[in-house]
């Protein structure tokens, strides 16, 4: 399987001092959807942003083979989604319409295939009549769904979602998880919300004060409550109901739901 991130010794210290990630090495493969958890200041975000070159820290990432750096920088963010954890941060333009068709525009897509990835982006988020709203008036859910659809439009072999689904209703994050299901590109989701990570993802890294501190199975990590305990973490309620229910090997249960369709549905 190809390699599409890899990344060595990865060190990241803020301006102010603050030092976010403590050295992280990290591969991840194509068509792989892998879950980034870890408590609040873990470092999350801060390795998503490492990603694409918003960030650049000490150390080396390298994307789809080639380095994060120089002239390469562009062409890698035309290939890597990183939808932020703020929505605020990735929605600026008037209407909804500009916003998802920034990343096409730039790209130097036609006019009428500008005008086909917004409609196709905006359709996958299932918020096509959303076109001509103001952005800066959507609710922090819409917000969401929208900045999901900026990044889908570009097309990109690589999506880096940070918390996609907070905030949504019930509804729209069963849509999100049956999207994620639906999309086989590479998935690198930064999340507290463990339940979607047993229904997306089968492979979980757990980050701690900026380590990597187990990177395994979704139905081994997630199962073991001391491991995600001694984090800030807790497992997802299915597995407390599993363990409530008297069930010995859970991370077995787990392992034989993942993947089952009436389980995703
Ligand atoms: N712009 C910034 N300036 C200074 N420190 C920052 C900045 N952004 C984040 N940090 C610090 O870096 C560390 C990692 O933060 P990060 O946002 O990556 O954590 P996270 O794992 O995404 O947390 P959360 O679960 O709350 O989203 C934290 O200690 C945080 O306070
Ligand atoms: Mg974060």
Do not use: W
């Amino acid at each position: 399987m190809r390699k599409v991130i890899e990344i060595k010794n990865l060190e990241y210290t803020y301006p102010d001092g603050t030092k976010a990630l403590n050295g992280v090495d990290l591969e991840v493969f194509e068509g792989e959807s892998v879950a980034l958890i870890g408590p609040n200041g873990a470092g999350k975000s801060t390795l998503l942003l490492h990603l694409n070159g918003i960030l650049n820290g000490n150390g080396s990432v390298k994307i789809l083979g080639r380095d994060l750096m120089g002239k390469n920088i562009r062409e890698i963010r035309n290939k890597v989604g990183i939808v932020f954890q703020d929505p605020d941060n990735q929605l600026f333009s008037p209407t909804v319409f500009d916003d998802v068709a920034f990343g096409p525009i730039n790209m130097g897509c036609s006019q009428k295939m500008v005008k086909e990835k917004v409609k196709d982006a905006l359709s996958q988020i299932k918020m096509e009549e959303y076109k001509d709203r103001c952005p800066h008036h959507l609710s922090f859910g819409e917000k969401k769904r929208i900045s999901l659809a900026t990044v889908l439009s570009m097309n990109p072999e690589i999506l880096a979602l940070d918390e996609p689904t907070s905030n949504l209703d019930p509804v729209s994050r069963r849509n999100m998880i049956r999207l994620f299901h639906e999309l086989k590109l590479t998935k690198v989701i930064a999340t507290h919300d463990m339940e979607m990570v047993s229904e997306v993802c089968k492979r979980a890294i757990l980050l701690s004060q900026g380590r990597i501190v187990a990177d395994g199975k979704v139905s081994e990590i997630l199962t073991n409550e001391e491991l995600l305990k001694s984090h800030g973490l807790d497992p997802p309620p299915l597995v407390r109901f599993l363990k409530q229910m008297g069930y010995k090997d859970i991370s077995l249960s787990l392992k034989e739901m993942i993947g089952r369709k009436e389980f995703i549905r």
